[in-house]
């Protein structure tokens, strides 16, 4: 069942959540990966403000291709959530409410995700085709410089993913594949 | 001797990068198909089916199937009886690169400075693998490598007393801890021999082979069969999230090595396996 989700996030939403539930984000969403996390981090150090206000919101992390002439976006998948691990936790404790990647998170994140009641979810590694066009509208809102790495505020509409850790914390990653081990 | 002007390359690796990145090969979507009707995991069969359409997408619309387009790695067998003219060789092939990348909308991933991290802007340099062969042929293969799979890479330099057990264990003991990163389902490229770094050559070039190919060897081909089956018998699945197809193929490619050497390289490729060749 796919369940539509409209952000910024809720506390009362995300805990209706479970791991497993296939969603459809609607609304604004920002991207955010490696280099941006570094300098989001480093600001939240220092006590000083964002450029760009996170709490409640969802942070994908992609870094898109150019778009081509008459194109909102290029591709646009998940890149590997592990790497941005280290700053996660400090992200999540300001306000981020989500996450949208791919693979596993240490535990660090995954305590950090239920204390503060948030959520994690998957979308599909490598079908950045497909997952651009659920984009409807994409600016860069920090950090330009950064080329890729840039931090976009993008629109979305129907954007599929899968919620992988739950509030609860619990973890697909560690529940699903003990389903189908053999040995 | 044949003359072969550079920018015959140039331009060969400038419109190779941008098709390999918008078009998966035959082999490879055909083993996606395969992987479809053969997975037992609701979800894992759903996602084989958005990565199929996802593909058919790209291919339709001339997008990268990845948003990732890699490291633009470059394997040249140039014949020795080929004179290169016309410019440095290498020259050429970056300016393939820089050109393919930014005319084709392709990410730019590459930094400078592995520590310093300023993008090049232009996806160069390349990695280039060289290798002179007879003949009057040049062989360009280029394979854009994603990086979420190729950080799950590893090598070790096993003791000859491990044995081929030792292989198996370490090339399934890689697969499971790069578990969902990769973006599996993976194809799995092991290199077995020769020293260090050819290990790690053997098993990039493994990827290059069409997917489920055999090893000629007896040996190796029955070695890949049972690799692929126990990998598939981890559970990982599709994305990672529990599914009975974690690999599409294991190809292993082997040299002679040191009396006290057993150098293992394991190269993960996800599902987005691209590799593209043409002969000048």
Redesign the interface.
């Known amino acids: 069942m796919m369940i539509k989700i409209t952000t910024p996030l809720t506390t009362e939403v995300i805990e209706k959540l479970t791991i497993g539930d296939e969603v459809l984000l609607n609304g604004i969403i920002y991207t955010g990966r490696d280099a941006a996390h570094k300098k989001l981090f480093e600001l939240l150090e220092k006590g000083e403000e964002l450029p760009v206000d996170l709490k409640g919101q969802i942070l994908y992390y992609v870094g898109p291709t150019p778009a081509k002439p008459g194109r909102v976006i290029g591709s646009a998948g998940p890149t590997t959530s592990g790497r941005m691990d280290k700053y996660t936790p400090r992200l999540l404790d300001y306000g981020l409410k989500g996450m949208i990647g791919k693979g596993l998170r240490n535990k660090e994140v995954q305590e950090a995700i239920v204390r503060n009641k948030a959520i994690y979810f998957a979308a599909i590694g490598g079908a950045g085709a497909l997952l651009s066009k659920t984009i409807v509208k994409s600016e860069v809102v920090a950090y330009p410089d950064l080329g890729p790495e840039a931090i976009y505020r993008l629109e979305v509409v129907d954007f599929p993913a899968i919620v992988v850790i739950d509030a609860r914390g619990q973890n697909l990653y560690e529940v699903g594949p003990e389903k189908f081990r053999k040995e | 001797m044949r003359i072969l002007d550079v920018k015959q390359i140039e331009s060969a690796v400038k419109s190779m990068v941008v098709n390999a990145n918008q078009k998966l090969s035959p082999d490879v979507f055909g083993a996606l198909q395969q992987a479809e009707k053969s997975e037992?995991?609701e979800?894992g069969k759903k996602?084989l089916q958005?990565?199929i359409?996802?593909?058919q997408?790209?291919a339709n619309?001339?997008?990268?199937?990845?948003?990732?387009?890699g490291t633009a790695v470059i394997f040249l067998e140039i014949g020795q009886e080929v004179h290169l003219v016309g410019g440095n060789l290498y020259d050429a092939i970056n300016n393939g690169v820089r050109a393919g990348y930014t005319e084709g909308?392709?990410?730019?991933?590459i930094v400078k400075d592995p520590l310093n991290?300023v993008?090049t802007?232009d996806n160069t340099p390349a990695v280039v693998h060289i290798d002179i062969v007879p003949g009057d042929k040049v062989k360009i293969t280029v394979a854009p490598k994603?990086?979420?799979s190729e950080?799950m890479s590893q090598l070790k330099m096993l003791k000859p007393a491990d044995g081929v057990e030792g292989v198996k264990q370490f090339v399934i003991d890689t697969v499971r801890q790069a578990?969902?990163?990769p973006?599996p389902p993976v194809i799995v490229g092991v290199g077995i021999g020769g020293t260090f770094e050819k290990a790690a050559l053997l098993a990039k070039k493994a990827l290059l082979r069409e997917v489920g190919s055999k090893n000629p060897d007896p040996l190796y081909q029955s070695l890949e069969a049972e690799l692929l089956e126990?990998i598939n018998?981890?559970?990982?699945?599709p994305?990672?999230?529990?599914?009975?197809i974690t690999a599409l193929a294991v190809h292993i490619e082997t040299y002679p090595t040191h009396i006290a050497s057993l150098p293992v390289a394991v190269n993960l490729n996800?599902?987005?396996a691209r590799h593209e060749t043409v002969i000048l």
Do not use: F, M, W
Not at chain 2, 61 to 69: A, K, R, V
Not at chain 2, 105 to 109: A, I, V
Not at chain 2, 233 to 237: H, P, Q
């Open positions: 037992e995991s979800v996602i958005r990565v359409e996802n593909a997408i790209a619309e001339e997008l990268p199937i990845c948003q990732d387009t909308y392709l990410r730019k991933s991290r993008n802007g994603g990086g979420g950080n578990g969902s990163n973006c126990k018998k981890l559970g990982i699945g994305q990672g999230l529990g599914g009975r996800c599902h987005v």
